[in-house]
């Protein structure tokens, strides 16, 4: 992903790198805002087609109960939005919480209490996180075909100890995690999401990690003339990838009650999908936590809204798939007729 | 012949024909004469496609929406033959090649038209492809015996003792060869995703040949769709599901570059067959067939980091100075 011929600028790199977001992203900065302002009327849209469409949609306990089937998604497309920005790819998330599933699921078998299996699947997925950033920060190969890779390997592995079984017996109190509400109201994946969601703003919008990250999503030469250690940014933002969907395990086994070897399987894109629909260039350097945020809302409610009316699951692929696609087309679009009218 | 066969290519085929000789050690049987048949014509659409692939790799990108393709091309193919049985093979064959290139060429379009990057556009339209094939089929299957009996029997077909399916794909090699080795549009593809600025700088028409690229892979996606579907004597939302995996498996054991520039036919054809034979000596030598999926992973890692080590060290005796990159200006246009 790093090439160095990439990049243009290297003549003055540490200038180059401070100078970027000044001039040339002043028209960005303003379209990123335009952006979050889309993703809101989106939203809104899209709460007003539910709202008309079907009369159990605005209840104040159905839309609550409805963040617990995006929520687990949702926290890992924080972090998956902190390895694009970085100009990475993980596709194994998936496979990471089929394995991560599959290890607690046994795990719960051997007399493991419930503590103890959400500290495991954590830790689990951090140890996948850590063998990706391995081989793509330390080795130095490319992140797609290196996650496309674990993707087979790490739901393979869970396919050959669990074949077409799966661990359905779960100690007491585990089925809370995914299930349970705080004061008998609120989901408690809400709760971690919404934790969560501001503890993923104020590292990349508020931290020093968070400039560095921008800078050699930017422009990776020059970040590493300026003396920022990249490959160690990179690896340790995959590492809190895995983090994250290690506990998006823990609280979808909980939910579901069961763990299978084909858990989560489509995740990958839908988590992609949700960051590069909240602004996320995929090329790196670009985008903000609270389009992603935004994203995470309008992707979930219109899941949530389809699903009260009955349209089979396949047929959102086709919505997930024309808004990926349109999210970038447009901005494309209308670069080329800011563009075209700079010229006459 | 060096050029022909590269060192990498030539220690391929040596692992390739250790693993032969390990297996047929542990399951005579496998070299059967009929069982070889079965896995040449298990392996001529996964070569027909990790071909195709190649030709996107080698541009830079890459096409994710091929398995969907297949799927949606297959099943208007399977759709018009349960509407009129008595049609001969060759028009199902050509509609699934005619809808793969219009698919194909929207990709193109977004890509190269709108400047995205291919990894979202195919990922975008792998998902809605898919989700079409639901759509055309109501989501029910088109099974064996709704299916025109040419349309079934075509692939299987023998002509000079090998089938239909072999030939069409032996075709593609050819086809492929002389366009990415021998054409001047192949050429360039090649150039192009070596250094994009340099390829625009020497005016090279980069908008049209990835145009061109897409619009390849989705043809052949297609074809290979009908094929699928033909062989398997089943259409259903899910054919070729996760297929996109396996051909660019199959390229990157081959030896082609996921950053573009580098690749070959032969190298490309070995990486199939590597895989072809690995799947199907697993059930010959009673190993569950669960342990495939962690198999190929292992193989695609252990593929990358070997081609990484002899990519590092083509680039240090390349190299003498850090590379400057390439004037401003040139990117600009």
Known sequence: ?344 | MRRLFGRRDATLALIIAALLCAIVWRAPVFASAGNLDTVINDGAILTIMALAQMHALVARGVDLSVGAVMALAGMLAALLSRAHPELPALLALGLAGGSGLVLGAANGALIAGLGMPPIVVTLGTLSVYRGLVFVISDGAWVNAHELGQSFLSFPHERLLGLTHLTWIALAVVAASYLFLHHRRAGRELFALGGNPAAARAVGIDVARRELLVYTITGTLAGLSGYLWVARYAVAYTETALGFEMQTIAACVIGGVSIRGGRGGVVGCLLGSAFLVILFNALPVIDVSPFWQMAISGATILAAVVLNARSERRRLAARRILPVAGVPAASRAT
């Open chain 1, 1 to 344: 992903m790093i090439a160095a011929e990439d990049e243009a600028k290297t003549v003055a790199p540490a200038r180059s790198a401070r100078a970027t977001p000044a001039t040339p992203s002043r028209p960005r900065a303003g379209l990123f805002a335009r952006w979050e302002s889309v993703l809101v009327l989106l939203l809104v849209a899209v709460c007003a087609a539910n709202t008309w469409a079907s009369p159990y949609f605005l209840d104040a306990q159905n839309l609550l109960d409805s963040t617990q089937s995006f929520a687990e998604k949702a926290l890992i497309a924080l972090s998956m939005a902190l390895v694009i920005i970085g100009r990475d790819i993980d596709l194994s998330i998936a496979s990471i919480v089929a394995l991560c599933g599959t290890v607690i699921g046994w795990l719960a078998t051997q007399g493991v209490g419930t503590p103890g299996l959400l500290v495991a699947s954590i830790a689990c997925g951090t140890a996948l996180g850590m063998f990706n950033g391995a081989l793509v920060a330390r080795l130095g190969l490319p992140a797609i075909v290196v996650t496309i890779g674990t993707v087979s390997l790490f739901r393979g592995i869970s396919f050959i100890a669990l074949g077409d079984g799966a661990y359905t017996s779960f100690p007491e109190g585990f089925d809370a995690l995914g299930q349970g509400y705080l004061l008998g109201v609120v989901p408690y994946e809400l709760v971690v999401l919404v934790v969560l969601a501001a503890a993923f703003h104020v590292l990349l919008h508020n931290t020093r990690v968070g400039r560095r990250l921008y800078a050699y999503g930017q422009n990776p030469d020059a970040a590493r003339y300026s003396g920022i250690d990249v490959d160690a940014h990179r690896f340790w933002f995959f590492t809190l990838n895995g983090s994250m969907a290690g506990l998006a395990a823990a609280l979808l086994t909980s939910r579901i009650g069961a763990a299978r070897p084909n858990m989560a399987s489509g995740w990958d894109l839908e988590v992609i999908a949700i960051v590069v629909l909240g602004g996320v260039g995929i090329g790196g350097g670009t985008g903000r936590m609270s389009g992603v945020i935004l994203a995470v809302f309008v992707m979930g409610l219109l899941t949530f809204g389809l699903g009260l009316r009955n349209v089979p699951g396949i047929m959102l692929n086709i919505i997930v798939g024309a808004l990926l696609v349109a999210s970038v087309a447009l901005p494309a679009i209308l670069k080329r007729i800011e563009q075209s009218r700079r010229g006459a």
